[in-house]
Structures are given as C-alpha cells and as structure tokens.
C-alpha cells in the first residue's frame, strides 16, 4: 500500500463509491478492485470516498467493508481507511484490551511517534473510545513499563534538530551513573530522560554516552534492563536516530524464518505508508540487499 510510485489518480471520490459499490455486486466481492482503488488513495480521498459512498448509498462504507472482506485483507483494509492517527489509536486500543493484549505493539506505537503525532493519537484516543489513553495505559500496565508510557504520552518534547551539547554529557553522565556504574538500576533517571528529551538531543546523549565511555547507551539499556521496560527504552533511542532503520529491522523480523508474524507486518506498513515508507523501502534494501 505504499503511496510511492503509485499512478496519477484520475477518477473523483464519487467515481471511486461507485466503482466500489460495483465492487460489491454479484456473487463474491472483486477484492482485486477493492485494493486497487483503496490502496492508492490518501487520507482525506479515502475520507472523502466514505462520505459520497453513504450520500448515494445510506451504507457506511467500513460497515460493507467488513461484511465483504476477510482475514488479513479485512484487517489491513479496515486499518487502512483511517487518517494515521485514528489508526494508531485503535492499533493501541486493540493491544491494550484484555482479551488481545500484545504490549509490545502498543509500546511500539507510542514510543515511535513524535509529540505532535501522540497529541492527536490521544485526541483521535478519547474521541473514538470515550477513555483517555493514559487511563488504559494505567489500567493495563505495570511496573517500570507502566511509568515510561505515561511519562512519555504526557510530556511535551521539543521537535526541532538543535541540540545541548553540554546537556548532552550531563545526561550520559547521568544514565552511566543510573546503569553502568552501579549495581542495580535507577529507572526513574532512565524514564525521565528518555520522556523529556528531543529525538535529537537522545541522539546527541546516545553519542556522548559512547564517547565518553566507550560502549553504547544501546547496549547499556539491554544489559540494565529487561522485558517491556526495555522494549520501550530500545524503542525510544533507536527512533530518535534512524526510525526508518528501527521499522526495516521489525519487517525483517516479522518476515523471517517460518511463517509470517503478520499481524506486525501489517501494522507497520498500514501505519507507517503515509509517514515515511520510502526510507524504510530504503533503509531495507541497504541492510538486506533486497527490496
């Protein structure tokens, strides 16, 4: 579904609901015309498609979808139809609800977006469930875990590429003596400087830490921590350096050796298509060789 490379979109929303609608005609549904017109469109066509598909046809269009479609495909057209944050949001939901709980979906979410991005996931969050989204992340996490995400959907980041390099050093100092100095680990000093720094002062703290000490924060977060906790930190630094490298390495995962997780592969690609699919594309074809 990616959008690069894609052929001009000629037709208008209206065509599109009517092609859909002939789509779903007959016996069977013409899955092939579904996917070509759904998966070459953006998020305000898609929107606008839903909106002439109920005017000429009182039916909401996810609603036929989902009677039409199943298994994977339903699962990544429905994702599919959502603006990206509408989507993530439900991702989320999805992951933290009792009877499907995956946290580390969840986690991947939350701690691969931007500030702007997790503002409107919690906005999209509230408005399509009725909760806020610290309150299920309360009620359906625990531990160190638990406080990372509620600290890192809850503080506000600067975005911009300028950097503290002084900060920096102080803050390696600060995550070498909560870690690697000392036995045990002191969490609160990891979970406040990972939620409260940009992405490119973590960056900037990942390479003082490795200047100054001679190993990398990277593998300083693996050996002083674990489980959840440690997906999440992990999540965090890598996506404050390459995300695009970060999301090549979980499609390779998820696509290697028997079988396919596919529940991440959709994930990834449905989420990630509108955002920065092209450098994954890239980042991919560099480190495997093949697209």
Same mark, same amino acid.
């Given at each position: 579904?990616?959008?690069?490379?894609?052929?001009?979109?000629?037709?208008?929303? #209206?065509? +599109?609901?009517?092609?859909?609608? &002939? =789509?779903?005609?007959?016996?069977?549904? +013409?899955?092939?015309?579904?996917?070509?017109?759904? =998966?070459? #469109?953006? %998020?305000?066509?898609?929107?606008?498609? !839903?909106?002439?598909? &109920? %005017?000429?046809?009182?039916? +909401?269009?996810? *609603?036929?979808?989902?009677s039409e479609l199943r298994g994977k495909l339903e699962t990544a057209v429905l994702l599919w139809m959502h603006d990206p944050a509408g989507r993530d949001a439900i991702v989320i939901r999805q992951a933290l609800l009792p009877d499907l709980t995956n946290l580390d979906a %969840?986690?991947?979410?939350?701690?691969? #977006?931007?500030?702007?991005?997790? !503002?409107?996931?919690?906005?999209?969050? !509230? =408005?399509k469930f009725g909760v806020f989204l610290e309150q299920d992340i309360e009620r359906h996490t625990s531990g160190d875990h638990k406080k990372l995400l509620l600290a890192y959907v809850s503080t506000s980041r600067y975005e911009g590429l300028e950097v503290d390099r002084e900060m920096a050093m102080k803050d390696a100092n600060a995550l070498y003596k909560a870690g690697e100095k000392r036995l045990g680990t002191d969490e609160k000093t990891f979970i406040r400087i990972f939620s409260e720094r940009s992405r490119a002062q973590l960056a900037a703290i990942s390479a003082a830490y490795h200047d100054m000490y001679g190993g990398s924060l990277k593998k300083a977060v693996k050996s002083e921590t674990s489980g959840k906790f440690e997906r999440g930190l992990l999540t965090i630094l890598?996506?404050?350096?390459?995300? %695009? *490298?970060?999301? =090549? *390495?979980?499609l390779q995962k998820a696509m290697k050796g028997l079988g396919t997780d596919d529940t991440?592969?959709?994930?990834?690609?449905?989420? #990630?298509?509108?955002?920065?699919? !092209?450098?994954i594309k890239a980042e991919y074809l560099r480190k495997y060789k093949r697209p």
């Open positions: 579904m990616s959008t690069l490379s894609l052929p001009p979109v000629l037709t208008s929303p #209206r065509d +599109d609901a009517i092609q859909l609608y &002939r =789509a779903f005609k007959g016996l069977g549904c +013409d899955t092939a015309a579904v996917v070509n017109i759904l =998966a070459h #469109r953006d %998020a305000t066509q898609r929107s606008l498609i !839903q909106h002439e598909y &109920r %005017a000429m046809y009182s039916e +909401d269009l996810l *609603k036929r979808l989902v %969840a986690t991947e979410v939350i701690c691969s #977006r931007t500030p702007s991005q997790i !503002q409107l996931i919690k906005q999209n969050y !509230q =408005a890598q996506c404050s350096e390459n995300p %695009a *490298k970060y999301f =090549a *390495k979980a991440t592969l959709i994930r990834i690609i449905v989420t #990630r298509t509108e955002i920065d699919m !092209q450098y």
